[in-house]
């Protein structure tokens, strides 16, 4: 008995020696694991951290990606193929060697190394692929990678490579790339575990040289963008310096012009036939909507170049309303149609620019006028209303279809239906008249069909265009109401 | 420093991942290698590729084959620069 169990205590304990070294083998094996795991992982997270923090190139960029492969794995050499904006061919953008080579090895020299877009592997199925260079000629692997043969000595004599695995870079479904990894010379065939490894890494390197891409595509869309702008900006400023002189050129002789018809209107020239009374005060009118026009065109470019400027004064709304539209009784009987103005008695002064609010009333009742068929009625309306004043012109022309109305006011816009009825207009009088009555603090009216406008006509929608101030906003103060308007203890005070 | 305390020092860096400090112990007992890890600082005396053989079998002794695997893998940029006859048997 005893015998037995001296025999049976060494075995037990060598069992018990055995047992060990296997759970500590094992343990070592999970260990090696998740050594490799969290390798993996650190890796992946410099990458991540090199992207996001990264704004430089797309080839600077891989020179970090490719060193912090090298750096955290065992891979002699990495290098990285994609294809920068507007390239054909797949470029060697950067790449990284073992601790013996010199650093940085950003490829600055474009024809280092290339892939052909229209390699057959390319083309095929096949994620991965590999060639063994330590055994080839010097010229086959140079002909496959496109690179010099000192550069294919390099890879095999400094960088001690003898596979090289080039792995596509995916994103969204599309080939962005390829990376090349050198295997040492006792590596000939590449195992599971390194075959997932490259996979994952690849996964994160094509997000990573896609998004770079794409940033660089956009850079490039957005300089050539910048450029366009400029070129348009330069034209556009040319044009407007071009109105603004030719404007000016014009608005002298206008002048003239309009100052002797109006002295021969006057009877300065002697009596003139009725007939004639009736050419020159049409010629009158036509003159008057030049210089309008003009004024337009040269507020425009004031617009531009922020000399645009509101010169308000004590301004008599209701009489100045009533000398525009007594110059277009003429061409508005000429069309036969019934221009009518309602004026209020007694109306307040307000503090306006009057000359540029005579050249909105102006080109609302003129708009009438034109797109209003014979036998048509135009009705203006200045009234008072609350702490408000408000001026509209309705009628019952072609009116303004629903979808040109959101860019009615809009600079150089013209609806077709207006178009086809005044094929000369310029498109700026209502965006010159919305800007003049913002600037001085009030709001456009506009609607079409014209509300309470003077057709219940369904083909005469009509339209209505207008605006509308606080009377607060623009009250004269006290100093400059004319004697009239001042009430007696002001008046004593002046 | 030189390529063998290179080695050996990729191979101590790797098995410290794995088991801890014990791969600095187990280091430190094998004759002819002077570890400082503090420092950082390894050197390897006498006859130099015998001495990376003994460490990878100091490992091998405790966690059997795949520590070998382990060491090959954490040495293989090094090794792959030096000529045939001079590396280490273990590492081949």
């Given at each position: 008995m005893a015998n037995t169990l001296i025999r049976r205590?060494?075995?037990?304990?060598?069992?018990?020696?055995?047992?060990?070294?296997?759970?500590s083998q094992e343990m070592y094996k999970r260990n090696a694991e998740l050594a490799a795991t969290n390798n993996t992982l650190s890796l992946l997270r410099t990458i991540d951290s090199i992207v996001l923090e990264s704004h430089d190139s797309l080839e600077v960029l891989c020179g970090q990606i490719t060193k912090a492969m090298v750096d955290k794995s065992a891979y002699n050499w990495v290098a990285i193929f994609g294809r920068p904006v507007h390239h054909e061919r797949l470029e060697l953008l950067g790449w990284n060697g073992t601790d013996t080579l010199p650093a940085n090895h950003v490829a600055d020299t474009p024809s280092l190394a290339y892939l052909n877009a229209n390699d057959r592997w390319l083309d095929g199925s096949e994620r991965t692929h590999g060639i063994h260079i330590l055994h080839a000629s010097d010229r086959a692997v140079a002909d496959y990678l496109h690179a010099s043969p000192d550069f294919i000595a390099n890879l095999r004599d400094q960088q001690?490579?003898?596979?090289?695995?080039?792995?596509?870079?995916?994103?969204?479904?599309?080939?962005?790339?390829?990376?090349?990894?050198?295997?040492?010379?006792?590596?000939?065939?590449?195992?599971?575990?390194?075959?997932?490894?490259?996979?994952?890494?690849?996964?994160?390197?094509?997000?990573?040289?896609?998004?770079?891409?794409?940033?660089?595509?956009?850079?490039?869309?957005?300089?050539?963008?910048?450029?366009?702008?400029?070129?348009?900006?330069?034209?556009?400023?040319?044009?407007?310096?071009f109105i603004s002189m030719?404007?000016?050129?014009?608005?002298?002789?206008?002048?003239?012009?309009?100052?002797?018809?109006?002295?021969?209107?006057e009877g300065d020239s002697g009596k003139i036939t009725k007939t004639q009374k009736n050419l020159l005060e049409q010629a009158?009118?036509?003159?008057?909507?030049?210089?309008?026009?003009?004024?337009?065109?040269?507020?425009?470019?004031?617009?531009?170049?922020?000399?645009?400027?509101i010169e308000s004064k004590p301004t008599n709304l209701a009489d100045v309303i009533e000398g525009e539209i007594s110059q277009l009784m003429t061409s508005a009987s000429a069309k036969k149609l019934t221009l009518t103005y309602v004026k209020p008695k007694n109306f307040p002064l307000l503090m306006l620019d009057e000359t540029k609010i005579r050249q909105v009333?102006?080109?609302?009742?003129?708009?009438?006028?034109?797109?209003?068929?014979?036998?048509g009625t135009i009705v203006v309306k200045l009234s008072e209303k609350g702490?408000?004043?408000?001026?509209?012109v309705s009628d019952d022309g072609i009116g303004v279809p629903k979808d040109a109305q959101h860019h009615l006011f809009s600079k150089f816009y013209r609806a077709d239906n207006a178009k086809e009825a005044r094929p000369d207009g310029t498109g700026l009088g209502l965006f010159m008249a919305k800007k003049v009555i913002v600037a001085q603090g009030g709001a456009v009216i506009f609607n079409s069909p014209a509300i309470d406008g003077p057709s219940k006509d369904p083909a005469k929608p009509g339209s209505t265009f207008g605006f509308t101030f606080s009377k607060t906003k623009l009250k004269v103060p006290a100093h400059l109401k004319p004697a009239g308007q001042a009430g007696a203890k002001e008046l004593s005070i002046s | 420093m030189d390529v063998y305390a290179q080695i050996a020092?990729?191979?101590?860096?790797?098995?410290?991942?794995?088991?801890?400090?014990?791969?600095?112990?187990?280091?430190?007992?094998?004759?002819?290698?002077?570890?400082?890890?503090?420092?950082?600082?390894?050197?390897?005396?006498?006859?130099?590729?015998?001495?990376?053989?003994?460490?990878?079998?100091?490992?091998?002794?405790?966690?059997?084959?795949?520590?070998?695997?382990?060491?090959?893998?954490?040495?293989?940029k090094l090794i792959s620069q030096l000529p045939a006859d001079k590396q280490p048997s273990s590492l081949k």
């Open positions: 205590g060494p075995s037990k304990r060598k069992q018990l020696e055995d047992n060990l070294a296997h759970i001690h490579i003898n596979l090289i695995q080039f792995i596509k870079l995916m994103a969204r479904g599309n080939l962005v790339g390829v990376m090349a990894v050198g295997f040492p010379v006792n590596i000939h065939e590449l195992d599971t575990d390194n075959k997932e490894l490259l996979e994952r890494l690849s996964e994160a390197v094509g997000v990573a040289v896609d998004n770079r891409l794409l940033f660089e595509e956009n850079q490039h869309v957005l300089k050539q963008l910048q450029k366009t702008n400029q070129k348009l900006r330069d034209l556009d400023q040319a044009k407007d310096e030719a404007s000016h050129q014009l608005r002298t002789p206008l002048t003239s012009m309009k100052g002797y018809v109006s002295m021969v209107l009158f009118g036509s003159s008057q909507r030049m210089v309008y026009l003009i004024a337009d065109l040269l507020n425009v470019s004031r617009l531009r170049t922020g000399k645009f400027v009333v102006m080109n609302f009742a003129d708009n009438a006028i034109y797109y209003t068929p014979a036998g702490g408000s004043v408000e001026c509209t | 020092t990729k191979i101590i860096e790797q098995q410290q991942n794995i088991i801890g400090p014990v791969a600095i112990e187990q280091a430190k007992t094998v004759s002819g290698l002077k570890v400082d890890w503090d420092k950082h600082q390894v050197t390897v005396s006498g006859n130099q590729q015998s001495v990376i053989d003994k460490l990878v079998d100091q490992y091998k002794e405790l966690f059997g084959k795949i520590s070998v695997e382990v060491c090959k893998e954490a040495a293989s």
